[in-house]
């Protein structure tokens, strides 16, 4: 069973930055893509950034500039680097993996952007 594990969350002031985490239990390549999700209140998940095993990026057009994902095969994880964020980024942000059509989920990490 795959576990991935987020840390990295937490409360930062408008403008911040935060570093999200996500460790995966296997080879981080044996997916055909991570990647990073949110979702706020009231809202639906919606993809943030994902990285597929070739290394094709893509960026939801609400954080591109300001959002990097990258990888560390070696340490079997992916990360999230944000800055400039607002309060509109607020939310719990979630890791995925994609192997053969099958989504697997951390459990979530909260990013609150408040001052």
């Known amino acids: 069973q795959v576990q991935l594990v987020e840390s990295g969350g937490g409360l930062v002031q408008p403008g911040g930055s935060l570093r999200l985490s996500c460790v995966a239990s296997?080879?981080?390549?044996?997916?055909?893509?991570m990647g990073w999700y949110r979702q706020a209140p009231g809202n639906q998940r919606e993809l943030v950034a994902s990285?597929?095993?070739?290394?094709?990026?893509t960026y939801s057009d609400s954080v591109k500039g300001r959002v990097i994902i990258y990888r560390d095969g070696t340490k079997k994880t992916v990360y999230l680097q944000m800055s400039s964020l607002s309060p509109e980024d607020t939310a719990v942000y979630y890791c995925n993996a994609q192997v053969l059509r099958v989504n697997y989920w951390g459990q979530g990490t909260q990013v609150t952007v408040s001052s």
């Open positions: 990285i597929n095993v070739g290394g094709k990026i």
């Open positions: 296997e080879n981080i390549f044996n997916f055909n893509s």
